[in-house]
Protein backbone atom coordinates (compact mmCIF):
# COMPACT_ATOMS: atom_id res chain seq x y z
CA UNK A 1 0.00 0.00 0.00
CA UNK A 2 2.82 2.43 0.60
CA UNK A 3 1.86 4.10 3.77
CA UNK A 4 4.08 7.40 5.15
CA UNK A 5 5.96 6.07 8.14
CA UNK A 6 4.64 9.26 9.60
CA UNK A 7 0.82 8.20 10.01
CA UNK A 8 1.92 4.86 11.26
CA UNK A 9 0.12 4.32 14.37
CA UNK A 10 -0.30 1.41 17.19
CA UNK A 11 -3.48 1.00 18.11
CA UNK A 12 -4.20 -1.80 21.55
CA UNK A 13 -6.94 -3.30 21.64
CA UNK A 14 -8.43 -3.15 25.10
CA UNK A 15 -11.46 -5.43 26.64
CA UNK A 16 -13.77 -2.09 26.78
CA UNK A 17 -13.77 -1.56 22.57
CA UNK A 18 -15.30 -5.13 22.15
CA UNK A 19 -18.84 -4.65 21.79
CA UNK A 20 -21.85 -7.48 23.71
CA UNK A 21 -21.77 -9.79 19.82
CA UNK A 22 -17.19 -9.97 21.52
CA UNK A 23 -15.86 -7.78 18.40
CA UNK A 24 -14.31 -4.32 18.51
CA UNK A 25 -17.58 -2.42 18.04
CA UNK A 26 -17.08 -0.88 14.57
CA UNK A 27 -17.68 2.88 16.04
CA UNK A 28 -13.98 2.96 17.55
CA UNK A 29 -12.61 1.97 14.07
CA UNK A 30 -12.92 5.80 13.45
CA UNK A 31 -11.11 6.94 16.18
CA UNK A 32 -8.26 4.38 15.25
CA UNK A 33 -8.25 5.91 11.56
CA UNK A 34 -8.36 9.03 12.88
CA UNK A 35 -5.13 8.70 15.81
CA UNK A 36 -3.40 7.65 12.52
CA UNK A 37 -4.58 10.58 10.45
CA UNK A 38 -3.90 12.82 13.34
CA UNK A 39 -0.15 11.35 13.77
CA UNK A 40 0.44 11.98 9.45
CA UNK A 41 -0.94 15.60 10.49
CA UNK A 42 1.57 16.74 13.09
CA UNK A 43 4.29 15.40 10.88
CA UNK A 44 2.77 17.70 7.78
CA UNK A 45 2.70 20.40 10.29
CA UNK A 46 6.41 19.93 11.03
CA UNK A 47 7.37 19.93 8.38
CA UNK A 48 5.17 23.14 6.92
CA UNK A 49 5.96 25.10 9.49
CA UNK A 50 7.51 23.32 13.21
CA UNK A 51 5.91 22.90 16.45
CA UNK A 52 4.14 26.06 16.37
CA UNK A 53 1.97 25.09 12.67
CA UNK A 54 1.46 21.44 14.32
CA UNK A 55 -0.03 23.22 17.57
CA UNK A 56 -2.02 25.76 15.51
CA UNK A 57 -2.84 22.89 13.32
CA UNK A 58 -4.21 20.96 16.15
CA UNK A 59 -6.22 24.06 17.97
CA UNK A 60 -8.15 24.86 14.51
CA UNK A 61 -6.44 27.85 14.47
CA UNK A 62 -5.92 29.43 10.87
CA UNK A 63 -5.18 26.69 8.08
CA UNK A 64 -5.46 22.85 8.42
CA UNK A 65 -8.49 20.19 8.12
CA UNK A 66 -11.63 19.40 8.23
CA UNK A 67 -13.26 15.70 7.94
CA UNK A 68 -15.51 15.63 5.00
CA UNK A 69 -16.17 12.32 4.36
CA UNK A 70 -15.27 8.69 5.21
CA UNK A 71 -16.13 5.22 4.27
CA UNK A 72 -14.91 2.16 6.24
CA UNK A 73 -14.81 -1.26 4.72
CA UNK A 74 -14.83 -3.84 7.49
CA UNK A 75 -13.13 -7.11 6.66
CA UNK A 76 -12.62 -9.39 9.66
CA UNK A 77 -13.69 -9.15 12.83
CA UNK A 78 -11.30 -7.94 15.37
CA UNK A 79 -11.45 -9.14 19.31
CA UNK A 80 -9.32 -8.36 22.52
CA UNK A 81 -6.29 -9.04 23.11
CA UNK A 82 -4.78 -7.79 19.73
CA UNK A 83 -2.82 -4.79 18.39
CA UNK A 84 -3.89 -3.19 14.88
CA UNK A 85 -1.52 -1.17 12.98
CA UNK A 86 -2.53 1.88 11.10
CA UNK A 87 -1.66 3.32 8.38
CA UNK A 88 -2.22 6.02 5.72
CA UNK A 89 -1.22 7.29 2.10
CA UNK A 90 -2.17 10.46 0.99
CA UNK A 91 -4.00 10.48 -2.60
CA UNK A 92 -4.11 14.24 -4.01
CA UNK A 93 -6.43 15.26 -6.47
CA UNK A 94 -6.42 18.21 -9.12
CA UNK A 95 -8.95 20.27 -5.86
CA UNK A 96 -6.45 22.37 -4.71
CA UNK A 97 -8.81 22.49 -1.54
CA UNK A 98 -9.26 18.37 -0.40
CA UNK A 99 -7.00 15.51 -0.49
CA UNK A 100 -7.86 11.86 0.61
CA UNK A 101 -5.86 10.04 2.91
CA UNK A 102 -6.57 5.98 1.98
CA UNK A 103 -6.09 4.21 5.66
CA UNK A 104 -5.14 0.41 6.27
CA UNK A 105 -5.98 -1.21 9.59
CA UNK A 106 -3.43 -4.71 10.01
CA UNK A 107 -3.96 -6.93 13.09
CA UNK A 108 -1.10 -8.34 14.36
CA UNK A 109 -2.71 -11.52 16.20
CA UNK A 110 -4.25 -12.39 12.60
CA UNK A 111 -1.68 -11.49 10.47
CA UNK A 112 -4.35 -9.59 8.34
CA UNK A 113 -5.57 -6.43 6.98
CA UNK A 114 -9.04 -6.34 9.18
CA UNK A 115 -10.74 -3.01 7.76
CA UNK A 116 -9.87 -0.27 5.40
CA UNK A 117 -10.80 2.92 4.53
CA UNK A 118 -10.88 6.36 2.07
CA UNK A 119 -11.20 9.96 3.83
CA UNK A 120 -12.06 12.91 2.33
CA UNK A 121 -10.22 15.64 4.28
CA UNK A 122 -10.63 19.60 3.02
CA UNK A 123 -8.33 22.47 3.88
CA UNK A 124 -10.17 24.67 6.07
CA UNK A 125 -9.37 28.27 6.97
CA UNK A 126 -10.74 28.03 10.77
CA UNK A 127 -10.56 32.16 11.14
CA UNK A 128 -12.80 32.90 8.22
CA UNK A 129 -14.76 29.47 8.89
CA UNK A 130 -14.65 28.44 5.13
CA UNK A 131 -12.86 26.31 2.57
CA UNK A 132 -9.45 27.22 1.57
CA UNK A 133 -6.45 26.70 -0.55
CA UNK A 134 -3.14 25.81 1.66
CA UNK A 135 -0.94 27.62 -0.23
CA UNK A 136 2.32 26.27 -2.58
CA UNK A 137 4.40 25.33 0.36
CA UNK A 138 1.67 22.87 1.51
CA UNK A 139 0.73 21.73 -2.30
CA UNK A 140 4.85 21.18 -2.79
CA UNK A 141 4.94 19.04 0.04
CA UNK A 142 1.56 17.24 -0.31
CA UNK A 143 2.80 16.60 -4.07
CA UNK A 144 5.69 15.00 -3.10
CA UNK A 145 4.43 12.67 -0.12
CA UNK A 146 1.82 11.62 -2.43
CA UNK A 147 4.83 10.33 -5.00
CA UNK A 148 7.30 8.68 -2.32
CA UNK A 149 4.84 8.17 0.53
CA UNK A 150 6.65 10.24 2.98
CA UNK A 151 6.38 13.66 4.39
CA UNK A 152 9.32 15.42 4.30
CA UNK A 153 10.85 18.73 3.41
Known amino acids: MGCDAGSLWEQ ?3 WGHQDPLRHVNNAHYLRFIESGYIAWLMAFGKVLGGEERVKAMLA ?8 KSVNINFRRPVTFPDTLLIGQKLIISSSRTQFTMNAVLYSYSQQAIVADS ?3 LVWYDYDNLRKCDPGDDAWRILKAASQDGQVEG
Open 12 to 14: SIV
Open 60 to 67: GQGVSTIL
Open 118 to 120: DSV
